[in-house]
């Protein structure tokens, strides 16, 4: 029979595993997350043929539309999900979310294309969309206060936050394979279809994972000690709406420059700076892997603290950005952009890293993954729109590669201004109760 100090021991040890195990979950869930959710900005030729067939122009803005009906779509699944999340558990909300958006994703590479079925063809991919959106904003809603309340370190928070670029590195490697495989023709007519329908194995993974993992222990306890509050956002906009509006400013320059830079990169890349399909695929790959250690690195350095870290990567990216972007513009060479494009991605959107333990840390138990889900998804408001002011800002700064680049370099600029702006409004809140 074991002592008590030991069986304590050995209980703690459990509880340790059962805590990476969620961890570890919610990275996994977000990866895919990141994939289904950045498989159409690298597929933007050949969904634009399928579904949006005719004038250039007018094809690539239908596109950009439909891709941010799924963004919009975001705000309204963690309205939903992080409302269930705080009255019904972290976990039963997480297992709902991954069969969601993944069958939305995989449903996708099924559908007729308008040659095929008409006007019937968009509007069936854009309900699906919609479908991957509302599901994936509940995803991040519900994961990423679960991984914080089990274990509260900075690191942690840019290791789970993490998983969505290492979704777009899986969707480049994929891509990648693909058009090898396909060549350049095929790939057009059934490259799309193939990215798409591997959408329906991470459900499988994510799903078996997940049914082993723990609750919170902080939302169970909280959950007995006081009645549950029937609707958390009552809550949460009576008693902690100026930490909502300090905190959505700063999720809205964030989201600002992910869709200025690494959600606009595929296109920029293949239309503006000309990189054939050879090297597409890993140069998108090579700055991904640039963007995941930047997270990585926030991740560690919010140990020391969450604005500290905010602030210095935001002022970096303010100054670096510009730059970086007309030298990679005027020498537009396979070592150039994985060099100068890498390292704009490691500043820029490094704060990511630190947004699920700093969004945690900011929301009481009961209305948390109301409050940080809204608020993280609630960014896409407006920051999604950069998607589409970054080229249409570009006749400004006299068209072409290089107005696209002084428009992506200033609206980058702007998003990191917003940042800085927020945070400086804002608490440590490293130094704050997560109660």
């Known amino acids: 029979m074991l002592e008590p100090q030991s069986q304590s021991l050995v209980l703690q040890r459990r509880e340790t595993r059962a805590a990476w195990r969620a961890i570890f979950g919610t990275w996994l869930g977000w990866m895919f997350d990141g994939f289904d959710l950045t498989i159409p900005l690298i597929l933007v030729t050949p969904i634009s043929a399928a579904f949006f067939p005719g004038d250039q122009l007018a094809s690539l803005i239908a596109f950009y539309g439909s891709y941010l009906t799924t963004l919009l779509a975001r705000p309204l699944g963690a309205l939903f999900w992080g409302n269930y999340a705080d009255k019904s558990g972290r976990k039963k909300a997480l297992v709902s979310t991954v069969i969601g958006f993944t069958s939305a994703t995989g449903l996708t590479g099924l559908l007729p294309t308008y040659v095929q079925a008409g006007v019937l063809a968009p509007a069936g991919y854009v309900l699906l969309r919609i479908l991957t959106g509302f599901f994936a904003g509940g995803e991040w809603a519900s994961g990423q206060p679960l991984s914080m309340e089990l274990m509260r370190k900075g690191r942690i928070s840019g290791f789970v936050q993490s998983g969505y670029p290492f979704g777009y590195l899986l969707t480049a490697a994929a891509f990648t394979g693909t058009f090898a495989l396909l060549g350049p023709g095929e790939f057009q007519v059934l490259g799309w279809r193939i990215m798409f329908l591997f959408g329906f194995i991470p459900a499988l993974l994510a799903i078996y994972v997940r049914r082993g993992m723990p609750e919170s222990h902080i939302w169970e306890e909280k959950s007995k000690l006081q009645t549950m509050k029937t609707q958390p956002y009552v809550d949460l906009f009576r008693n902690h709406w100026k930490k909502f509006l300090q905190a959505l400013m700063v999720l809205t ?126 960014g896409l408001l407006v920051g999604s729109w950069a998607l589409i002011i970054v080229p249409s800002l570009s006749p400004l700064f006299g068209g072409g590669a290089m107005g696209v680049t002084w428009s992506l370099g200033l609206n980058t600029i702007l998003g990191l201004s917003l940042v800085v702006a927020g945070t400086l409004l804002g608490p440590e809140t490293s130094k704050l109760n997560m109660e």
Not at 267 to 274: D, H, N, P
Not at 307 to 317: P, V, Y
Not at 340 to 357: R, Y
């Open 253 to 378: 320059g964030l989201m600002y420059c992910y869709y200025a830079v690494m959600a606009f990169y595929p296109k920029y890349l293949g239309t503006y700076l000309k990189i054939p399909g050879g090297p597409f695929g890993p140069l998108v790959m090579i700055i991904t892997a640039w963007n995941i250690l930047g997270y990585l690195s926030a991740g560690f350095l919010a140990e020391k603290g969450r604005k500290l870290t905010l602030l210095l990567f935001s002022s970096i990216g303010v100054v670096v950005t510009l730059p970086l972007l007309l030298y990679m513009a005027a020498n537009p060479t396979f070592t150039t952009v994985a060099l100068a494009g890498g390292l704009i991605a490691f500043f820029v959107v490094a704060g990511w890293g630190v947004t699920p333990i700093y969004l945690a840390e900011r929301f009481p138990t009961m209305v948390r993954a109301s409050g940080a889900g809204f608020v993280y998804n609630g």
